[in-house]
């Protein structure tokens, strides 16, 4: 008989630690992240995103941790465990296990998209073309029924296959592997980058803040981009929490990850804004940067094509690692709330969510006429999960920590049973319970107004 609990925890706490980093290192790093910059001044921004990570993503998400930690079980069976007497709680498991699955499924479309480009730029299909023909190839693509479903199967199937290997054969093993290779797609990228004729300008964006470019959204984007860039809210640090060992310190652990994540998106504004400016380009392009304005850099420099291969196969690694700590977090609930193998657990959510991520792909195409409250469905799934499910989620959890958990029992996690001296427990108590529910309220009342 297949196991249910197939080589259950990380090994060691550099597998926890890069398996973790992988999981929040994702598109929200390399792809949203670049363009949130440009649209809110550079410099500037960046400061208030650093500051928010370290002041409050931290905070939040060692509460996450705790809470897998503390409970070994998956993001529903840890409230269960932690409070038996108030089921209530469960309710906090759910609203993660949906968004993962949901977050999942629209993040496997835009994924697929990544494989596309590969194919794309290394065949030399992107090859002199004008900006307008890059622009139309990237919508008549996205727009289309076949491909976007196909890549999102084989992207899928890509993390489905890291996820039935088990979590030391498969998660750890793999996010050992693709980290380093990350970095060094990244450090090369940059160096590259750096290089070009007018890069300087490119550098002063990102590094030479100017305050008057930050408004009261710029604040709010910073926030929710610190949130959004560490996977805080969907379940997945509850789940990787299950599986760090006793023994490891969780607040150097979540200091490392967020470092590492932090690290890794500023590397990718140093890798694409010295290249944008260089060539005349906006900052400020949205959230079409990578796909349509990236492939115009690539095409107006010397050995793009070996540039632009290598940056999609960086953005795939890095929505891969993402991706494998959204399946896991259904596919433990399956493993020991519903008793199924690991494998059939995979399978069987990878299929459901292949087919909710259809209706996403065909949004933009021959669903394109379908809208719920005004948005697509691709836009739909986005808007719940990033206005609604996320932020609920964490402010659920930091609640839970700061006035549910008893005290003692937060502290016995941070200092591991007395082993360590944790002086800075005053301080993170005092966050988690006062100012990242008024936080993270803000950020929800902020996007329901918007």
């Known amino acids: 008989m297949e196991s249910t609990n197939n080589n259950r925890g990380f090994s060691s706490n550099l597998g926890a630690i890069l398996a973790a980093t992988g999981g929040a290192i994702g598109l929200g790093n390399i792809w949203r992240f670049p363009y949130t910059v440009g649209e809110n001044g550079g410099g500037a921004f960046i400061l208030l995103y650093i500051a928010f990570v370290f002041l409050l993503g931290v905070p939040v998400m060692m509460s996450e941790i705790i809470i897998g930690r503390r409970s070994q079980k998956n993001v529903i069976g840890a409230f269960r465990t932690l409070a038996p007497q108030h089921k209530g709680w469960i309710s906090m498991g759910v609203l993660s296990l949906v968004a993962a699955l949901v977050i999942y499924s629209f993040y496997s479309v835009v994924a697929g998209w990544t494989l596309n480009y590969i194919v794309l730029s290394s065949s030399g299909q992107l090859i002199g073309k004008m900006p307008a023909e890059i622009s139309q190839m ?109 023994q490891d310190n969780l607040f150097t652990t979540s200091l490392w990850i967020a470092g590492a994540d932090t690290f890794i998106a500023i590397l990718s504004g140093v890798a694409i804004f010295p290249a944008v400016f260089a060539f005349g380009l906006s900052p400020a392009s949205g959230p079409s940067l990578v796909y349509e304005v990236l492939p115009n850099v690539f095409n107006s420099m010397p050995g793009g094509t070996i540039f632009a291969v290598g940056f999609f196969v960086l953005l795939t690694i890095a929505a891969l690692t993402s991706t494998i700590s959204l399946l896991e977090v259904p596919v433990l609930w399956a493993v020991e709330e519903l008793h199924w193998g690991r494998r059939k657990a995979a399978l069987l959510i990878s299929l459901a969510v292949f087919i909710i991520g259809a209706f996403c792909a065909l949004s933009f195409g021959p669903l394109n006429h379908v809208t719920i409250f005004g948005l697509t469905i691709f836009g739909l799934c986005d808007h719940l999960t990033a206005i609604y499910m996320m932020p609920i989620g964490a402010l659920l959890f930091t609640l839970f920590i700061g006035w549910y958990l008893p005290k003692a029992d937060v502290y016995d996690e941070l200092s591991n049973s007395g082993q360590l001296k944790a002086r800075y427990f005053r301080v993170y108590y005092f966050i988690v319970r006062y100012i990242a529910p008024l936080a993270l309220l803000n950020i929800l009342i902020a996007g329901i107004l918007s």
């Not at 999102?152 to 039935?164: E, M, N, Y």
């Not at 490119?202 to 996977?231: H, M, R």
Request: with cysteine; hydrophobic share 50%.
């Open 138 to 246: 990237f919508a008549d693509f996205t727009h289309g029924s076949f491909w976007p479903l196909f890549y999102q199967f084989v992207f899928l199937c890509l993390t489905a296959g890291i996820i039935i290997l088990g979590v030391q054969k498969g998660i750890e093993k793999y996010t050992k592997i693709l980290m380093p290779i990350l970095l060094v797609l990244m450090i090369l990228m940059c160096i590259r980058s750096l290089t070009l004729d007018g890069a300087r300008q490119g550098i002063d964006f990102l590094f030479k803040p100017d305050f008057s470019k930050i408004t009261g959204n710029s604040i709010l984007e910073a926030l929710g981009q610190a949130l959004f860039s560490l996977s805080i809210g969907m379940g997945a640090l509850i789940t990787y929490g299950s599986y760090i060992q006793k």
